[in-house]
């Protein structure tokens, strides 16, 4: 078992910089890539980010690229998401999620954390 726990989320004003963590413990492994998804009100679940146990294999959402990024600390089991050039329509809930690789589904999922950008 993986537990994820995020944090980080809170209020900015539009243009403005959060930047979330996903701590992991439990049973990591170095085959674990971890996703950064999220839910608006009403909307469906969206992929914002993951990034590969190493590092060196990281996809984006069309929505947030060129503002957010995703990076790793394994040494702190450790998942972070830098979001600058934030937007009102970045508000929901984010998440972060494990898997044990590419073609696995995302089994392992955190609590959430609400990021709110007012205009």
């Known amino acids: 078992q993986v537990q994820l726990v995020e944090s980080g989320g809170g209020v900015a004003q539009a243009g403005g910089s959060l930047r979330l963590s996903c701590a992991a413990s439990?049973?990591?492994?170095?085959?674990?890539?971890t996703g950064w998804f999220r839910r608006a009100p009403g909307k469906e679940r969206e992929f914002v980010a993951a990034?590969?146990?190493?590092?060196?294999?990281?996809n984006y959402g069309d929505s947030v690229k060129g503002r957010f990024t995703i990076s790793r600390d394994n040494a702190k089991n450790t998942v972070y998401l830098q979001m600058n050039s934030l937007k009102p329509e970045d508000t929901a809930v984010y998440y972060c999620?494990?898997?044990?690789?590419?073609?696995?589904?995302?089994?392992?999922w955190g609590q959430g954390t609400q990021v709110t950008v007012s205009s």
């Open positions: 999620a494990a898997r044990r690789g590419a073609l696995a589904s995302y089994d392992y």
């Open positions: 439990g049973r990591t492994s170095s085959s674990y890539q």
């Open positions: 990034i590969d146990w190493t590092g060196r294999s990281i």
